[in-house]
């Protein structure tokens, strides 16, 4: 799932380059050409690539733990079958981000520690809490579908490898949310106690859904170096915008509410109203609506969020129990096993 | 299944739930590493070894339900732990040590391979043809499987230690995989579960001990005593009851719910 909007590339981007290599540069991204890894780049691209490709390989290994906590406790054999799928997907995306950004000069057991050690960051959307099935729900539907507006628009960037692995994990990301849509429509058709459930997690994640593309754009984004280098191509606001007019009728239609909500610590909802900033604008066509708590952003970002704790302690313990593995691999002698 | 008579039913259906019940446990249990497996590869692979395992588990949950007149899912999640027909060693849980994992299905590939290649020759064809297929695929666990027990059984002095208490602890439940199901003699007369060509515990425990002995590992198996009554007639480990609370939670919250 994932997606990278909220990484804030901070790119430096003149600084000591050869100005006749850097207007070489400039013009292939100008022409819609693809960058490859042995190109020709300026260092600040190089690291803001690396930055955002290896941000959005910890958000997919990160974004495999709250799903992956209801493997085990999926209703039907149908749903267990499609989940466990599902997260191993998000891990075969972050295995192929991995590799992206190894190819842009670290090591993946560097990023793995830089991880674990809180030196570098993942998506804010998963210090949220899915304390239902209805949770798992609303992930796949909402979660995956805004990733997927969100790398739709990275896979028009320049940079090859991360454009070509943009394509192929939209291509898995098309049936998270279909199945995601199929699990929010089978609560929202099912008995009382199951639309609430699929109320009150749509009340959990449609706010960190909208938070998801980032925060409001800084002023004159498209010349800033992030999109004039096609890292990004589209806003965060108007990827939100996007989201908001394809979203908020389809919650509608399937019955759901859009509530403004008040959260505890713990990302729990302790009060709602319906969200009267709520409308079509008819000659637009675009959807208003209530910003999200931005100050709430900056505090998760920040490491305060509900579950930021726990899911960077269970990443660590992964890692730690397979470091004894991963020793015994790398280091032992056993060679590969004898043809059956 | 027209052809059985009606008092093999009732034994088919036991015979066929051990085999599906040892592996939809093991397949639950293994997907539980989704996400948190050692190498990013291996969590990869080890998750389709899980799906394979609870789809193979689906599939025949299936022909048990045409057989007995229920659904898959109500034999996966409705049912209490005394009617399930699974072997300890499937119930056992690994506590995220990689180790007891990979040896947990070490063991029960291995004989998950002789028991489908006996189905695939039953007299019930549509038994015997979802054997043969799902009996194809456990043959490239059994080949993932035996490389990792190389690997770590030959890899540094702690991974062959690590590897070596796992196999231990897991010989001891491992032939409880070997006791009979209920009037198991009634169906292996009637070709409905054919007799192996060799007797199976000692193939069984000839493979496991040259894929050991290959991995700078001991091992050492004991055939089950034949007075032991365990999971296939119903009488289980401490550790099943907590593994059906956990699986059936969303379940039961509205049994006859579509979810």
Known sequence: ?340 | MITLPDNLKRPFADLLLAVADDKLMLGHRNSDWTGLAPILEEDIAFSSLAQDEMAHAQALYQLIAGLIGTSADALAFGRKSEAFRCAAIVEAPDEFDWATAICRQFFCDHFDRLRLRRLARSSDKPVADLANRLAAEEQIHVEHVDSWMQRLGRGTDESRQRMQKALDRLAAIAPSLFEPIEHEHELVAADVYPRAETDMFETWRNELEQIANDSSLKLDLHPPSPQTIGGRRGKHTEHLPPLLDEMCEVYRLEPNAAW
């Open chain 1, 1 to 340: 799932m994932s997606g990278s909007a909220n990484v804030g590339v901070h790119v430096d981007h003149a600084r000591d380059e050869d100005p006749a290599k850097m207007a070489e540069f400039e013009a292939k991204i100008n022409a819609g050409e693809l960058l490859e890894p042995d190109d020709w780049m300026p260092q600040a691209y190089r690291q803001g690539m690396l930055k955002m490709a290896e941000h959005h390989a910890n958000s997919e290994i990160i974004g495999a733990l709250p799903e992956g906590e209801w493997i085990t406790r999926a209703p039907s054999l149908r749903r267990k079958l499609a989940l466990t799928a599902k997260v191993q997907d998000e891990v075969g995306h972050g295995q192929m981000l991995y590799r992206v950004s190894q190819d842009l000069g670290k090591s993946r057991d560097q990023m793995l520690r830089d991880l674990i050690t809180g030196r570098t960051k993942y998506h804010n959307v998963f210090n949220y809490p899915a304390p239902t099935w209805g949770d798992i729900a609303m992930i796949q539907w909402l979660i995956d579908g805004a990733a997927i507006m969100n790398q739709k628009t990275l896979a028009d960037g320049a940079y090859g490898p991360y454009v070509r692995t943009m394509k192929r994990i939209n291509m898995e990301e098309a049936f998270h949310f279909k199945s995601g849509e199929d699990m929010v429509l089978t609560l929202m058709s099912g008995t009382k106690m199951q639309r609430q459930m699929g109320q009150e997690a749509f009340d959990r994640w449609w706010y960190p859904a909208l938070m998801f593309f980032g925060p409001p754009d800084k002023p004159h984004a498209e010349q800033l170096p992030p999109m004039r280098w096609r890292m990004k191509t589209v806003t965060n606001d108007n990827l939100r915008r996007r989201f908001i007019n394809r979203f908020a009728p389809a919650a509608i239609d399937l019955g759901l509410k859009i509530h403004v909500v008040k959260k505890d610590d713990n990302g729990m909802v302790i009060e709602r109203k319906p969200d009267e900033n709520l409308r079509l604008d008819e000659t637009t066509g675009n959807w208003s609506f209530t910003q999200p708590d931005w100050d709430e952003f900056y505090r998760v970002i920040r490491g305060n969020g509900p579950c930021n704790a726990k899911r960077l302690a269970l990443r660590r313990f992964s890692y730690e129990q397979g470091r004894w593995v991963r020793h015994a691999i790398l280091r032992g002698n056993a060679g590969l096993p004898p043809a059956a």
